[in-house]
């Protein structure tokens, strides 16, 4: 009997979701470029319906027809090489996926190159991690629709399932699956980032303890904030490390990493003019953490305030903590779904923000009860520009904003770098205003480049010598 899928790339990701989707009865043929991961996974495991192959032509006949190939490389030009070696051994009709953290538009690249030459390929956005992908991911497919059809059995089968829903949902045409996680992850860096910047409110200017925070984000775990991000921190606030006894995260070198999604969401943003500006911040924060050597010295050499810690009402401002982190989450996914709608509209996509909304709750990282609110919002009205304009987050920002107002202030009266909570101040208070300086921008560009300027009394464009 042939293979029902083949899994081609036995990393982490791609050896979790082959396992995945033999625990979901596939029959499953395996395949890495290199034999030794190939005979890990065999080593390691043991399925009745798993079969390995070390040739590439035996790993496609293997397969039923339409032929089904999954793939897991590493993004870039091996997804291309890749690629150049299973075309010669396909028929027309047969489908490629590739689930990496590929670039969108090395996806739409790929998907119109091989709808030429007849074969069908998915960008497949997935997001969960090593876990997600063997218990159950958040997936982003991507491509010809009748083609999806043929693959949605299987991939909603090893998605994540909340209230029985799959978390898995046909995106639109071309890479947007890809394009769905790309900003899905510029996202989850401004969750993360606004997370620790309450942490470190708590911690510097309220004075709470590592434990303390802990309770205090274990507490807000059962709120409207609850979610996978603060669950995973108070965790990871409880832990000691064995050989110093110190709090686990006071021994971890403050220099963020990253594998470059940010920044792709940051640039679509500047390339599609969308001011993502909370995401960004996020982005640059981790840069800032980098320059660790020069922070320190930076430290010993530049002036700020001097404040003492601990000296205000705790319980207050713990409240005003949370309130202030709820409304920037606020601010960040608003930004975060603004994109996907400016993207669609430029595009063409046509995409279901409710139904990203709902895919996105489980299986993924930043999966969080707010996002049935966030769905809920664009059912109710699929064509409002932006989520603080709905009658639900437009409330919650009233409440909210002050609270946020006040965690900016006091952090930036005592010193305290509060990048993505300021963004999102700063975007609040820009969005709401109905009258900017851009005037006079724009008289600026005028007088030094005559690059003329709209009134607001006559229609047309004008040139003032200056």
């Not at 960008?123 to 009748?146: I, T």
């Not at 890809?178 to 470190?200: F, P, S």
């Not at 490390?241 to 500047?270: H, N, R």
């Not at 921008?441 to 007088?447: G, P």
């Amino acid at each position: 009997m042939k293979n029902t899928i083949g899994v081609y790339g036995l990393g982490v990701m791609g050896a979790n979701l082959a396992k995945n989707m033999l625990h979901n009865g596939e029959r499953v043929a395996i395949f890495n470029y290199t034999r030794d991961l190939t005979d890990a996974f065999m080593d390691g495991y043991s399925h009745p319906e798993v079969s390995p192959y070390f040739e590439l032509e035996s790993f496609i006949d293997s397969l039923e027809k339409p032929r089904k190939i999954f793939i897991m490389v590493t993004a870039g030009p091996i997804v291309d090489s890749v690629i150049q070696s299973l075309v010669p051994l396909l028929d027309p009709g047969d489908i490629i996926m590739d689930g990496g953290n590929s670039d969108f538009h090395n996806s739409n690249r790929r998907y119109q190159q091989l709808e030429e030459q007849g074969i069908h390929f998915i960008s497949v956005g997935v997001s969960g991690g090593a876990e997600g992908a063997l218990h159950g991911p958040a997936l982003m497919p991507s491509g010809n629709p009748n083609a999806y059809q043929q693959v949605a059995p299987i991939l909603e089968k090893i998605a994540a399932k909340v209230d029985g829903k799959p978390c898995c949902t046909y995106i639109g045409p071309e890479g947007s699956g890809h394009y769905v996680k790309m900003v899905h992850n510029g996202i989850e860096y401004a969750d993360m980032q606004l997370i620790t910047e309450a942490y470190l409110f708590l911690r510097k200017i309220l004075g709470l303890t590592v434990q303390e925070i802990a309770t205090v984000f274990q507490s807000w775990d059962e709120t409207e904030l609850k979610s996978y991000l603060m669950e995973i921190t108070a965790e990871i606030l409880t832990k000691v490390d064995e050989e110093t006894g110190k709090p686990m995260v006071d021994v971890i070198l403050d220099k963020a990493g990253q594998k470059g999604t940010g920044k792709w969401t940051s640039q679509d943003a500047l390339d599609r003019g969308v001011p993502s500006s909370i995401l960004t911040e996020s982005v640059f924060a981790r840069y800032l953490s980098s320059l660790k050597e020069e922070r320190i010295y930076a430290e010993k050499h530049l002036n700020g305030p001097k404040f003492e810690a601990g000296a205000l009402d705790k319980e207050a401002w713990i409240q005003f903590v949370k309130k202030a982190l709820y409304m920037g989450k606020i601010c960040a996914y608003a930004q975060g779904f603004y994109q996907y709608k400016s993207a669609s509209s430029q595009k063409g996509w046509e995409l279901d923000l409710g139904e990203i909304a709902l895919i996105f709750r489980g299986g993924c990282i930043i999966r969080a009860d707010f996002l049935n609110d966030i769905s809920d919002a664009y059912r109710e009205n699929p064509e409002v520009t932006n989520l603080l304009l709905t009658p639900f987050f437009m409330e919650r920002a009233n409440q909210f904003e002050s609270s946020l107002r006040k965690i900016v202030i006091k952090g930036f009266e005592n010193g305290l770098s509060l990048p993505c909570f300021s963004a999102a101040l700063s975007f609040y208070d820009g969005y709401r205003s109905s009258e900017s300086g851009a005037n006079l921008i724009q008289a600026q560009r005028d007088y030094f480049g005559a690059h003329t300027y709209e009134r607001i009394d006559q229609e047309g464009t004008f040139h003032t010598e200056w």
